[in-house]
């Protein structure tokens, strides 16, 4: 047996090991379990899927090396992080929960720092066309009708905290909250939106460009949630040495004008 191949079953029967352990998650909750390989284990945001798997076969044709990612809420990989789970990068999609880990002492000295930007935006399926402008008091409930409003879970996933913020700023909470659907992750809010299994959802910029059967309905005021920033870090437990160098390569030309054209923003300071 090659040493890569023993480096494979390790990650993956350690990463198996932890998630029988998390009896307090759904499977529906559980990240995906990464696929093997002898680069870094990532822990990312579902959101960051689009545009981090194009990162990693652009590394990946750099390098020769593969990266393991695993996409869920930044919540459930933040408590699986915490759970010792085998990972050797977070990138969150809020920096509460990335404070979550830092608070623990459970990220490499040096290595935060603030990454991305987004939007909070309002979608429906590609095929209707309901004309709804994002203001005080707009009746989305009454647009809703019967239907559902596709968000992720409002207490730990970051794009339904943003939701949940933006619906209390402009006074509509009390009548949406009996709409809202509340889905694992964000992408699984998406898809519900592109089956045609919710009227409208609330997500990311970034995850409604990703999705052709999705169209966006008006764009939430910034002003109306707290910003949207994706900080990265190294997990203090990593013993990978390519870690860091990945990480750098996040910030390189070409993993810029992957970023940028999926809709996000670079955050400079």
């Known amino acids: 047996m090659t040493t890569i191949t023993r480096r494979m079953w390790a990650t993956l029967g350690l990463w198996l090991a932890f998630t029988i352990a998390l009896p ?21 945001a579902a959101s960051m899927k689009t545009a981090l798997d194009a990162i990693a076969a652009a590394w990946e044709a750099k390098t020769g090396k593969k990266v393991a990612i695993s996409y869920a809420s930044s919540g459930v990989l933040a408590k699986q992080v915490e759970q010792g789970a085998p990972a050797d990068i977070f990138i969150s999609a809020d920096t509460k929960w990335m404070d979550y880990l830092d608070k623990a ?31 005080p008091g707009f009746d989305l409930a009454k647009e809703t009708s019967d239907s559902k409003i596709a968000v992720c879970t409002i207490n730990s ?107 996000f923003t670079i955050v400079t300071k």
């Open 24 to 44: 307090q998650l759904t499977v529906a909750q559980q990240a995906t379990a990464p696929a093997s390989g002898s680069g870094p284990v990532i822990f990312a």
């Open 105 to 135: 002492k459970l990220l490499k000295s040096g290595t935060r720092r603030n990454l991305l930007g987004n939007e909070l935006v309002l979608i429906e399926p590609a095929n209707d066309n309901v004309a709804l402008k994002i203001k």
């Open 157 to 263: 996933c970051p794009g339904g905290i943003y939701a949940k913020q933006a619906f209390e700023k402009l006074n509509v909470w009390k009548e949406v909250e009996p709409k809202l659907a509340q889905a694992d992750n964000i992408r699984t809010a998406l898809a519900l939106v592109a089956r045609g299994e919710a009227k409208f959802g609330v997500v990311y910029s970034t995850d409604a460009k990703a999705e052709p059967k999705v169209k966006v309905v008006d764009v939430f005021p910034s002003s109306s949630h707290e910003p949207i920033i994706y900080p990265v870090a190294v997990i203090a437990s990593s013993k990978n040495a390519d870690a860091a160098a990945f990480l750098a390569f996040m910030t390189s030309q070409a993993a810029t004008k992957i970023l940028v054209d999926q809709g």
